[in-house]
């Protein structure tokens, strides 16, 4: 597909076919989607929990009891579910940890360069973490960026795909103790392939967007 037809083959699927498996060289492409999001300083303020097996997505599924027990076959009956995690907090220490790993992987010719970057990112996390006071939500803004990519690229892979905030994320937190670790989730987006009987289907249901004329302006 070019890209015009999948952005109009996508849609949030709320039912798949639980016949349906994704292959182990779809899932590493996945994976691989994940990683290579682009941050802003690099900063990757993420960690991502895969769940394929039944038992992995039953424990996503902690967080749609209750209010949101809507969304819980969209976890179990998927083929693979990840809950998108977002840092609390970074400090120097995980500055240096980023620095580090481009050294490591010959992204700066020299010293001087490297600590050119390594005072860009103390610089940019600095103003969100002591004059706009807003350091976690901006390093949950860079999930978000890495979702909208990833909703994108699974589509691109024939993956159909189903972001959701409608999860306990307290419950989701203990569940897998991250907090402890420095984390907290965010956002689950299910994966696999739309069953025939799905309502919200774009073969059922045409896309709608609001027109060209309203959201731009051109220059």
């Given at each position: 597909m070019n890209l015009n037809d999948t952005l109009n083959w996508r849609y949030t699927t709320k039912e798949y076919d639980i016949t349906k498996k994704i292959c182990d060289a779809d899932m590493a492409e996945v994976k691989n989607l994940l990683r290579m999001s682009p941050s802003s300083v690099n900063l990757q303020p993420w960690h991502f929990i895969v769940a394929e097996t039944t038992e992995g997505k039953a424990r996503i599924a902690k967080g749609t009891q209750g209010f949101f027990s809507f969304n819980e076959p969209k976890i179990t009956n998927a083929s693979a579910v990840?809950?998108?995690?977002?840092?609390?907090?970074?400090?120097?220490?995980?500055?240096?940890?980023?620095?580090?790993?481009?050294?490591k992987d010959g992204r700066f010719p020299n010293e001087d360069?490297?600590?050119?970057?390594?005072?860009?990112?103390?610089?940019?996390?600095?103003?969100?973490?002591?004059?706009?006071?807003?350091?976690?939500?901006?390093?949950?803004k860079q999930v978000y960026l890495n979702i909208g990519s990833?909703?994108?690229g699974v589509a691109s892979l024939g993956l159909d795909a189903t972001p959701m905030e409608g999860i306990d994320v307290k419950a989701l937190d203990e569940e897998f103790g991250l907090r402890e670790?420095?984390?907290?989730?965010?956002?689950?987006?299910?994966?696999?392939?739309?069953?025939?009987?799905?309502f919200n289907s774009t073969e059922k249901t045409p896309k709608s967007r609001l027109a060209e004329s309203e959201i731009f302006t051109l220059l």
């Open positions: 990840v809950l998108f995690c977002s840092k609390i907090d970074a400090d120097d220490a995980y500055y240096q940890h980023i620095a580090d790993t481009e050294d360069i490297k600590n050119g970057f390594l005072g860009a990112v103390k610089a940019f996390t600095g103003i969100h973490k002591y004059d706009l006071k807003d350091l976690q939500h901006w390093m949950e990833f909703l994108l670790k420095g984390y907290t989730s965010l956002v689950a987006v299910s994966l696999g392939y739309r069953a025939q009987s799905d």
